[in-house]
């Protein structure tokens, strides 16, 4: 399918969503354990009930956005930032139930604004900023005692700062493992988001280079229509002068180069009605595997190869809406081969699961490193003539378009593969109009 930017946006929230369900889990554990070491190791009294209520409501809120996850339900950066608010709200209570700023844990309102500035646009960041900001101001003034004043002796008062001391570095230690493990996780998604950005221009940079490609042929089809039918007239005159129909080899040459104008003449209007129509109309019903074995045997008449060998592996046939456009695909690849090994060309049809498959091989010297890096993109070619490596980067492109791709490998006992790959959903009439 064709990338579009607002379908990258969707992949990467997609991705940070099920980041933000992992570190929630994360916060669940460690809160269950923070509350059993102070209830039962350190002696310090706390709400339970009130605690354990906010984990169970963390817990149902990633039940929930799991489902909304796996339903295919779109995510959007204004899901994201209520995600963190509700991460932020329960945060806040927990704090306020167990000492308010004074508990060492309340730095963990850092991890939330940092969270915020890597997954979030601009407003809502500065808007989870403001909140953290206002949550930490009202956690100083207002906030549940945990039943213990700071003694007044000396002993007492270290220890209990001791266990402040203890509480920060663990609260330092568990948002720094944090941080590098999500940020990183995050930072590599927003990677992967740029490249796929980068493909997209490129694909736009190529269909744009076709239609400029399509609209030059196009031009130069209307212009070479008036000279060839000029060119007509004047061969159909010296058929019929005496002078040339009494030589019979100049006659012989006069009806070549009638059948090769004619030629011509096919070629202009192919593009010509190419360029004009859409792909389906006009087109014919047939079934693959003759169609398939139709250009085959068009393509053996015209090149006519030393060896031609065609293996069908199909085990299935189904109608397809054939035109000049999948023809033409063919072509190009079939000539490609045959260029590189004149003496053998192999084609070979089947079918991997819900795609068509056609390799086409051929006995040359397969292609360059080079060659096989940049497959399918424009001027990349063997042949040391101006505009060659057209017709692989036309192939690949229109298979885009369907659906399908193209791709190149070298054969290890010699020569090279062109695998061809279309969805029989894009082919098929069954598959598209039922039957």
């Known amino acids: 399918m064709p990338l579009s930017p607002n379908l990258i946006q969707e992949t990467t929230n997609r991705k940070n969503l099920l980041l933000l369900v992992t570190l929630r889990w994360v916060a669940v554990?460690?809160?269950?354990?923070?509350?059993?070491?102070?209830?039962?190791?350190?002696?310090?009294?706390?709400p339970i009930w009130q605690m354990a209520a906010i984990v169970a409501f963390l817990i149902v809120l990633n039940l929930v956005t799991l489902y909304r996850y796996g339903s295919g339900a779109r995510i959007t950066n204004a899901e994201l930032f209520v995600e963190l608010l509700l991460d932020v709200a329960a945060l806040t209570v927990q704090l306020y139930l167990s000492g308010g700023a004074t508990n060492p844990f309340v730095t963990l309102f850092l991890l939330q604004a940092v969270l915020g500035a890597v997954l979030l646009q601009p407003w809502s960041t500065w808007t989870i900023v403001a909140v953290t900001s206002g949550c930490f101001i009202w956690l100083t003034v207002s906030y549940n005692e945990i039943g213990f004043a700071m003694p007044s002796h000396g002993h007492a008062q270290t220890r209990i700062f001791d266990l402040h001391i203890y509480g920060m570095f663990i609260c330092f230690l568990l948002a720094a493992v944090l941080l590098?493990?999500?940020?990183?996780?995050i930072t590599r998604n927003l990677r992967d988001q740029d490249l796929r950005l980068a493909e997209l221009r490129q694909q736009s940079a190529e269909e744009e280079h076709i239609v400029r490609m399509g609209l030059l042929a196009s031009g130069a089809a209307h212009e070479l229509g008036t000279p060839l039918a000029t060119l007509s007239v004047i061969l159909n005159d010296w058929e019929r002068m005496p002078l040339f129909r009494a030589d019979g080899e100049i006659a012989t040459e006069l009806a070549e180069m009638q059948a090769q104008l004619k030629r011509c003449k096919t070629i202009v209007s192919g593009i010509l009605r190419l360029s004009?129509?859409?792909?389906?109309?006009?087109?014919?019903?047939?079934?693959?595997?003759?169609f398939i074995e139709t250009v085959v045997n068009e393509w053996e008449d015209h090149r006519g190869p030393a060896e031609l060998e065609y293996t069908n592996r199909l085990d299935e046939d189904f109608l397809i809406a054939s035109d000049a456009l999948l023809k033409q695909i063919l072509f190009n690849v079939l000539d490609n081969a045959f260029e590189a090994s004149p003496a053998w060309v192999g084609i070979d049809v089947s079918r991997s699961g819900d795609l068509l498959v056609i390799a086409v091989r051929d006995a040359g010297p397969g292609f360059s490193v080079d060659m096989l890096a940049g497959?399918?993109?424009?001027?990349?070619?063997?042949?040391?003539?101006?505009?060659s490596g057209l017709g692989l980067f036309l192939v690949t492109n229109v298979l885009r378009k369907l659906g399908g791709h193209a791709s190149a490998r070298n054969i290890s006992s010699g020569g090279a593969v062109v695998e061809l790959s279309l969805p029989i959903s894009a082919l098929s009439i069954e598959a598209r109009h039922g039957r």
Do not use: C, N
């Open 29 to 46: 554990i460690g809160q269950v354990g923070a509350i059993a070491i102070a209830t039962f190791w350190l002696a310090i009294p706390l």
């Open 180 to 185: 590098v493990l999500f940020v990183t996780r």
């Open 276 to 290: 004009g129509e859409e792909r389906g109309e006009d087109s014919e019903r047939a079934s693959i595997v003759a």
């Open 375 to 387: 497959f399918g993109k424009p001027y990349r070619s063997t042949k040391q003539q101006p505009g």
